[in-house]
């Protein structure tokens, strides 16, 4: 069973921000917190991973709570190709990846 | 670079026959994932290979196999298909076994009728 529980579904309007939260009360401390996405009709792509630290990247921001029981996707300046299904997965290293239902994001203009 | 290619994309079966379903992974990548996609079960890991041996495997029946060849190609097999087994099979590479993001193609979608 996926570790994380994400809300259904999100709204945000294009050149804002979109913070997409996810909650892992149960992380331990050696499992990474993953990003990924899928647009419609395409497999999922990777969009970033951290452990403890944030992370950020030319797609996305990563901000992970001190105690590790939270975390929240930044996509700083949301376009309409951004609208997708957004997954977040906590997993360690050796782990397959469990992919749970995830957060679908509709950009609006 | 090229990305991860699986064919066919699109598949159309009856119930009881077989099928092999190919994904050719980005260069270089020697770890292949497979991943089936349905509307009521989401994302479901299937098996893992790495170096040609399969090391991790998903809770699936035996109908569904694969296997891993010399070049990091990899194919899965569905036996017997039932109505059930509609869905879009995914194949996703990386360079290592551990540590390193997926890579996923398109997929391949499977229809049992």
């Known amino acids: 069973d996926a570790k994380t529980t994400q809300p259904p579904s999100m709204d945000c309007a294009e050149g804002r921000a979109a913070n997409l939260p996810c909650n892992h009360s149960t992380i331990s401390g050696n499992e990474y917190v993953y990003w990924y996405r899928q647009i419609h009709s395409q497999g999922p792509q990777y969009i970033i991973h951290g452990l403890k630290n944030n992370e950020t990247n030319e797609m996305a921001s990563l901000i992970i709570t001190e105690d590790r029981k939270s975390s929240t996707l930044i996509l700083p300046h949301a376009t309409l190709r951004d609208t997708a299904v957004y997954y977040c997965?906590?997993?360690?290293?050796?782990?397959?990846?469990?992919f749970g239902t995830g957060t679908r994001l509709q950009v609006f203009p | 670079k090229a990305g991860v290619t699986q064919t066919p994309r699109y598949l159309i079966k009856t119930r009881g026959q077989q099928v092999t379903l190919s994904c050719s992974p980005i260069?270089?990548?020697?770890?292949v994932s497979w991943y089936q996609q349905t509307p009521g079960q989401g994302l479901q890991f299937l098996f893992e290979?790495?170096?040609?041996?399969?090391?991790n495997k998903g809770n699936f029946p035996g109908r569904f196999s694969g296997r891993q060849f010399s070049n990091s190609r990899s194919e899965m097999n569905v036996s017997t298909l039932e109505l059930g087994d509609s869905a879009l099979y995914l194949c996703?590479?990386?360079?290592?076994?551990?540590?390193?993001?997926?890579?996923f193609g398109n997929g391949t979608r499977l229809t049992v009728t």
């Open positions: 996703a590479s990386s360079p290592v076994l551990w540590g390193s993001p997926l890579h």
């Open positions: 997965i906590v997993s360690h290293l050796t782990d397959k990846l469990i």
């Open positions: 290979y790495f170096s040609e041996t399969q090391r």
């Open positions: 260069s270089g990548h020697r770890s």
